[in-house]
């Protein structure tokens, strides 16, 4: 077969089918390459970027994992992707409408909102479409860089990615469904998911900014192989041990990249809270699969699922004094060259 493995040629073969059966002009398919070369290739890679720990899986099994894998760090922004999960199983359960406008729900700031800015729904911040351009806890230098003029946007009309969107989700949360946020990652994803590193005492807490307090960042530390098991779910399509823990259609709506961004590669397309390689991408060598999804941490903390590959990818950096090596740091292309170690486009 040219030199091409079943699997690679299977994968291919299958997707090419599918586009052709749905009537989606074909194009040419990633074909997946996970032999022992491969991975080998790919491990070095990631540790000459200043990768501490990697896991690379499968939805049953795990391929590659080295480093310091037990090792809880920071997740820094994947506490994000956590919370849009958290999301998924309140609205199955009735709990939470995404249509809620912030007025409903009484949310303001010490910067008092305006009446427009009250039109924001649950569903416009879990799209960092929420036209409120406050300064907010855990705000890089990049973002305030970034953010729009107050009032500049009406809500759900333009895209920003905003942690005052993101922080306030976190208290909406506990609000409408009366749990407690941290209890909720607890409960509904740690113990089900058998996660082996976490201590939820140890590794959950508020970062409030004095000069902006009123909605905390919610912090998380988990280890690499912690957040390979919470790639698995979406892999599993939100089953786990035999039972629906996230809802099927939580995770394909999750994933619609409701927003094309300025950015590329991983990163060209916005979900709910997740990070989508979006159909600009996916007809390209440049960028990755079509429908691929990261969660993704300032200082190159990723975990990416690739659904159509049965194939979760999760990397914690090595951090020295607190930061992170420079290329994942400050060069998100260089995770999507890594990725692309895996793939044939």
């Excluded at 074909?31 to 970027?49: G, H, N, T, V, Y």
């Excluded at 939805?59 to 919370?83: Q, W, Y």
């Excluded at 958290?86 to 939470?96: D, F, N, P, Q």
């Amino acid at each position: 077969m040219n030199g091409v493995s079943r699997r690679k040629f299977a994968v291919g073969a299958g997707l090419a089918a599918l586009f052709a059966a749905s009537g989606t002009p074909v194009r040419a398919a990633a074909l997946i390459d996970l032999s022992p070369q491969s991975l080998e290739r790919f491990r070095r890679k990631a540790r000459d970027l200043g990768v501490r720990a990697l896991v690379v899986a499968t939805s049953e099994r795990t391929l590659l994992s080295d480093g310091a894998v037990a090792e809880p760090s920071r997740i820094a922004s994947i506490r994000k992707s956590i919370l849009s999960t958290l999301y998924g199983m309140a609205v199955a359960e009735g709990r939470v409408s995404l249509d809620t406008s912030l007025g409903e729900l009484g949310v303001d700031d010490y910067q008092p909102l305006t009446d427009l800015e009250k039109r924001s729904t649950i569903r416009n911040l879990l799209q960092a479409r929420s036209g409120v351009y406050i300064p907010s806890s855990a705000e890089t230098a990049a973002m305030k860089a970034a953010r729009p003029a107050r009032g500049s946007h009406v809500p759900g009309s333009f895209w920003y990615y905003n942690n005052w969107d993101f922080n306030v989700l976190g208290e909406v949360y506990q609000r409408v469904t009366g749990e407690g946020l941290f209890t909720a990652v607890e409960h509904r994803l740690a113990k089900p998911l058998g996660w082996r590193d976490f201590d939820p005492l140890a590794h959950m807490r508020w970062g409030y900014d004095p000069e902006f307090p009123r909605f905390p960042a919610y912090n998380i530390w988990m280890s690499a192989r912690d957040l390979a098991r919470f790639g698995q779910l979406f892999l599993c399509h939100g089953r786990w041990n035999g039972r629906q823990i996230l809802p099927q259609n939580w995770v394909a709506e999750s994933m619609t990249p409701f927003s094309i961004t300025d950015r590329t590669g991983w990163r060209s397309g916005y979900g709910y809270m997740w990070w989508v390689a979006s159909e600009r991408d996916g007809a390209s060598a440049e960028g990755l699969p079509v429908g691929a999804y990261t969660a993704a941490g300032n200082g190159g903390r990723y975990v990416t699922v690739f659904p159509d590959h049965d194939l979760v990818v999760a990397i914690q950096p090595d951090e020295k004094e607190g930061q992170p090596p420079v290329e994942l740091y400050s060069n998100a292309d260089a995770y999507t060259n890594l990725l692309r170690l895996l793939f044939r486009l």
